[in-house]
């Protein structure tokens, strides 16, 4: 238990430094695009002052799914395709846990999407990271269902055959989907901004992470890098507000209002330019866990109410000397 | 036929002839004449006592067989009677009416002892029309000369066919020497109920409790309790259908019988297993239970739905059974140890989540309500086909606590007992009911609630300087559990390969070092066993092992062996992993061991089959790789409990051959 003294004290002392949530130094290739969303994310620990011990990093398999071994809290490094229902189990176990999802293309969008459309549908409180990079690292370059039609890889060697799937549209789709956005790992200052306003969101915030993978696709986004032009900015003060910086190099913006959601559907719908930004923002969709009373104080005393009344339904009681038995209802 | 025949000696071909006459008149197309025949003054009816007895209802689906015989079964209960019912399950929800698969209903076992099992064939079939009466018969389930109370409306239908099927089907059964009752039930109801087939299930319940003479106002109160939800228009209808039945039969029929009964002198609660397992989820004080809907696993998660959230428990209806499991899983993590209720198949698709709660030492429970496999199987069917499943599944080398609960009783207490180990070994155990239990209702004396059952309060204190979160004790294998919240325990719990730290780690020394901890524990908690009973003398001639819901047959056949002088005893297993210490010893006591089970062996007879290729049943194959020593097995597949009297025969026919074999 911690005492009220140590509550106390900790006020004084929280002031946390970014190293406090640094684990180890990530062993992620030179230029991945995972370095700079566990820049964010810990910058946005530090910022929010999380308690390391009362927040949960849940993943599945995958290069993205070496997340939560950098993070100094409590991680859940699962199985392949599951950090969705292993993060909602923890959620309504203990609904005072911040919980995060780190999850890749492979494991939410292939194997996991059973999950993906069901988490979305449950709406628990919690922020989930699609690291998008659209490609298979840890198995070595296996197409993903993310990527893009004729790519080359190992196991389409004569290129992809099918279009890719949508991940925003597939989302937006969704009944219960409360927050929906996109960014791309190169524009540090709004994956930092909607990565926090997803945090603050209640309810799942699902944020698809455009992601480079310098080892199998190195030149995947160049032609977008090279040209601000093909990033569509989101630009709302509901959403994200675009800084007088920024909006001098990336001049393609379009004001979108996130509770407007058949907006958010067709913005979802365009893939070239990238829109980056919140795409759907509903506060009130009702969160399960809220739903199923998660956190319950539950008492001895209450589960042996609760059994003795329901065993009072099926007993049969012995017969009183001289009076018949009494009825079990 | 005279009034105080005792049932088991009556004269067959008697009844047959007075029978034969009215079958063959076709055309009567008022009430049968059979029932005139045998009727008589209640006044001359003499009372015959009996130790025992095996009633089934059939009819077609949602006739109400089923709540007649659950009725009828815990009114025998609360007259102090042994009793097991049995559900007569069809496998679609509504199968065609008046067709041989179709058969609904119970079987209710009742005698003057405890009832441990549904026991043989039946005495006495009440059946609302002749196809499902005809699907039990072909299934075997009729004694010879079992009494038969067909309706009888059939046999004036409009329907010429039926009237034609109907008739045959009569003059089939009287020709093998059933003695086939006609009742007009439905016709008798009519002036009582306007709509009379839904109706007659209760008239049938009173005419049960005038031929077995079971308290008329424990049946009304019975009444009074399963239609408790309902309208009290609707209790007193069904209360007059209830003494309706009853004054027909006291006023129709020419025998009466009698079990009696010793009234308990503890109060008794009167449930199925898989209530049990719900009740013993609940009093085991886990909070969170992830399921996803299966046969015949789901009535647990149905009943405890209805209950769970008073006590502050959750039941999450996950997508699928693989996230059903990492549900829970994800649930256990952080707080108290979760449950995930399957079946077969979804027990298959859990298996690597599994691994991953063996891998993290996160505590689990999941219970296997076995039914017949592989792939879809035999859905509402028994078998006890997955214990290899349960103890080697999931890949890689993962440990895991297997029990199997034998009785209803035990359904309640295995998952307490599960819950208590899982958290205190931090594994997962896996607990083994099955179709059988699941549907099956036996009085056991109602549990005293203990706190002791319960979890403690979540651990949220302050991990001490240095402590790891895989700190293995070297002996025992056993570390502290870091739960979210703890203030410096923070770390990473991977599937992965990992060292004390939880990091991850490749290196040959760790990896072999952590499969040695977590094997280890199995080994604890197996020191902490007590070596089960022997049923019987501790040493004879043959030794019966058994496991799961066939213990109360099992013994039932030994009884009856041992009181005929054979030297046989039963050992019951139901911790089956680890196994405890001492069973070998046991087992040396004896000539010859084998098992029953109910999943497969090669028949020894088979062309092919000989000791170099025969694929023994689960139980032995375990059991003779552990000790050492030469043991046989008999089982059967049929998706139907073993009766005691197969198993009376398996023995006998085993102590005649080792007889002739020198030891």
């Known amino acids: 238990m911690i005492h009220a003294t140590e509550c106390l004290l900790r006020l004084y002392e929280e002031n946390p430094e970014l190293e406090q949530y640094q684990a180890s130094i990530p062993r992620w290739c030179t230029g991945c695009g995972d370095n700079a969303i566990l820049a964010a994310v810990q910058r946005l620990c530090r910022d929010e002052k999380l308690r390391p011990e009362k927040t949960v990093f849940v993943s599945g398999i995958g290069c993205s799914s070496r997340f939560p071994h950098y993070m100094k809290t409590y991680g859940f490094h699962g199985i392949h395709g599951r950090a969705l229902p292993i993060a909602e189990g923890v959620k309504m176990a203990r609904p005072d846990l911040h919980v995060f999802v780190a999850t890749g293309d492979g494991d939410c969008c292939s194997i996991g999407a059973a999950h993906w459309i069901h988490g979305i549908r449950y709406n628990m409180n919690m922020t989930v990271l699609l690291h998008d990079n659209q490609i298979y690292g840890l198995t070595k370059m296996q197409a993903s269902p993310t990527s893009p039609k004729g790519l080359r890889s190992n196991t389409t060697p004569r290129g992809a055959y099918l279009e890719p799937l949508n991940p925003l549209s597939v989302t937006l789709g969704v009944q219960n989907a409360s927050f929906v956005a996109q960014v791309v790992d190169w524009i540090p200052e709004v994956l930092y901004d909607v990565i926090k306003a997803a945090f603050h969101h209640r309810g799942l915030s699902f944020v698809r992470i455009i992601q480079r993978c310098p080892e199998w696709l190195p030149n995947l986004f160049e032609p977008w890098l090279n040209d601000p032009q093909r990033i569509l900015l989101l630009n709302h003060e509901r959403g994200i507000r675009v800084s007088a910086n920024l909006g001098k190099v990336y001049k393609n913006q379009q004001a979108h209002d996130p509770l407007d959601i058949d907006g958010a559907r067709k913005i979802a719908s365009v893939a070239d330019p990238i829109p980056v930004g919140i795409l759907y923002r509903n506060p009130d969709v009702p969160c399960y866990e809220d739903l199923r009373h998660a956190g319950q104080l539950r008492t001895p005393e209450l589960v042996r109410s609760g059994l003795e009344a329901e065993l009072d339904r099926f007993t049969v009681w012995p017969q009183e000397e001289g009076k018949r038995a009494r009825p079990a209802a | ?663």
């Open chain 2, 1 to 663: 036929m005279t009034a105080n025949a005792d049932i088991q000696k009556l004269d067959y071909k008697e009844a047959r002839r007075q029978n034969g006459n009215s079958m063959n008149d076709t055309s009567t197309l008022q009430f049968p004449n059979l029932a005139q025949a045998v009727r008589a003054q209640p006044a001359e009816k003499a009372v015959t006592t009996l130790a025992e007895h095996v009633v089934e209802i059939v009819s077609d689906s949602g006739e109400g067989a089923q709540r007649c015989g659950q009725s009828f079964g815990a009114i025998a209960a609360r007259m102090g009677n042994g009793v097991w019912t049995v559900e007569i399950i069809p496998a679609e929800i509504q199968p065609p009416a008046r067709s041989i698969a179709g058969a609904s209903g119970n079987r209710i076992r009742f005698g003057s002892q405890p009832v441990t099992n549904g026991g043989d064939e039946a005495d006495l079939v009440v059946a609302f029309n002749e196809q499902v009466l005809l699907g039990r018969v072909r299934a075997g389930e009729l004694k010879p000369g079992c009494t038969i109370l067909l309706e009888s409306m059939w046999r004036s239908d409009r329907d010429a066919r039926i009237v034609e099927s109907y008739v045959r089907t009569c003059e089939q059964l009287v020709a093998e020497g059933y003695r086939l009752i006609e009742v007009p039930m439905e016709r008798e109801c009519r002036p009582l109920v306007s709509d009379a087939r839904r109706g007659k299930n209760m008239f049938v319940l009173g005419m049960l409790c005038s031929i077995y003479s079971l308290d008329l106002q424990l049946a009304r109160e019975q009444i009074a309790l399963a239609f408790r939800k309902k309208d009290e228009k609707i209790v007193r209808a069904n209360v007059k259908l209830l003494e309706a039945g009853h004054q027909w039969a006291d006023a129709n029929l020419d025998f009466k019988f009698r079990i009696p009964a010793v009234r308990a002198t503890v109060p008794q609660v009167v449930i199925n297993g898989n209530t049990a397992l719900a009740l013993g989820i609940l009093a085991s004080g886990m909070e969170v239970c992830a399921m996803y809907p299966i046969t015949p696993a789901t009535s647990v998660s149905h009943y405890l739905s209805e209950v769970y959230e008073k006590v502050g428990g959750i039941v999450h209806q996950a997508e699928d059974e693989i996230a059903a499991c990492s549900f829970a899983i994800g649930a256990s993590y952080a707080g108290k140890c979760a449950v995930t209720i399957t079946s077969g198949p979804g027990y298959s698709l859990k298996q690597e989540a599994i691994g991953l709660a063996v891998m993290g030492e996160i505590p689990l429970v999941v219970v296997n309500v076995q039914r017949g496999g592989p792939s879809t199987g035999l859905p509402t069917k028994a078998e006890q086909g997955d214990l290899l499943a349960a103890m080697f599944g999931s890949h890689g080398d993962a440990p895991k606590v297997v029990m199997a609960a034998s009785t209803i009783e035990d359904c309640f207490y295995s998952v307490i007992t599960a819950r208590k180990i899982a958290e205190t070994f931090n594994m997962v155990v896996v607990v083994l009911s099955d179709a059988n239990l699941a549907t099956s209702q036996q009085p056991f004396p109602r549990p005293q609630f203990s706190e002791a059952w319960l979890a403690p309060p979540l651990d949220q204190s302050a991990i001490p300087d240095g402590m790891k979160p895989y700190d293995w004790d070297a002996t025992t294998g056993l570390a502290r559990r870091f739960i979210p919240g703890q203030p410096n325990g923070m770390h990473t719990l991977t599937g992965l390969a990992h060292d004390q730290a939880s990091h991850v780690a490749y290196d040959p020394e760790v990896n072999e070092e952590s499969i040695r901890f977590r094997s280890l524990k199995l080994a604890a908690l197996q020191k902490t066993l007590k070596t089960p009973p022997v049923f019987g003398d501790p040493e004879g001639d043959l030794l019966v092992v058994g496991w799961g819901s066939t213990q109360g047959a099992i013994e039932e056949a030994v009884t009856r062996l041992r009181a005929e002088g054979c030297r046989v005893s039963a050992l019951h297993l139901r911790m089956l992993n680890p196994l405890p210490g001492g069973i070998k010893e046991i087992m040396r006591r004896f000539r010859n061991v084998m098992t029953i089970e109910g999943n497969w062996c090669d028949r020894p007879q088979d062309a092919i089959i000989d000791e170099t290729n025969r694929r023994h049943s689960a139980l032995a194959m375990l059991l003779r790789a552990r000790y050492l020593i030469d043991i046989d097995c008999w089982s059967e597949v049929r998706g139907q409990p073993i009766k005691p009297s197969t198993i009376y025969r398996v023995i006998r026919a085993k102590l005649q051959t080792s007889e002739r074999q020198p030891t």
